[in-house]
């Protein structure tokens, strides 16, 4: 199972894809939230620091920053395969 920390990592990065072009739309949320539903080990505390993430935009500082943290934050080709998929569903 991959590290919680690795999980909350691909999180931001897929939240901050998802606003890549400046704007959430309200579909664009429930179809972000059905992703992250999807990934393992979630919790309720994290899932409240990812609600920041969606309220307003990812300057491009702050995705690069997000990047460079997930890359660091994977350790085994388990979670490398599942930072792939969950991206490319974004």
């Known amino acids: 199972m991959a590290q919680n920390q690795m ?9 901050a894809a998802a606003w890549a072009d400046g704007e959430l739309q309200h579909e664009e949320i429930n179809s972000l939230k059905d ?3 999807h ?8 899932w ?3 609600e920041i993430y969606m309220q307003s935009p990812v300057s491009e ?3 690069l920053r997000l990047i460079d943290s997930l890359k660091s934050s ?7 395969k599942l930072a792939l998929e969950a991206i490319e569903s974004v």
């Open 35 to 37: 992703l992250l539903f």
């Open 7 to 15: 999980i909350l990592n691909l999180a931001r990065v897929m939240i």
């Open 48 to 50: 409240a620091s990812l």
């Open 61 to 63: 500082q702050e995705r």
């Open 74 to 80: 994977i350790k085994t080709r388990d979670e490398r």
């Open 39 to 46: 990934i393992p080990s979630l919790d309720a505390r994290s």
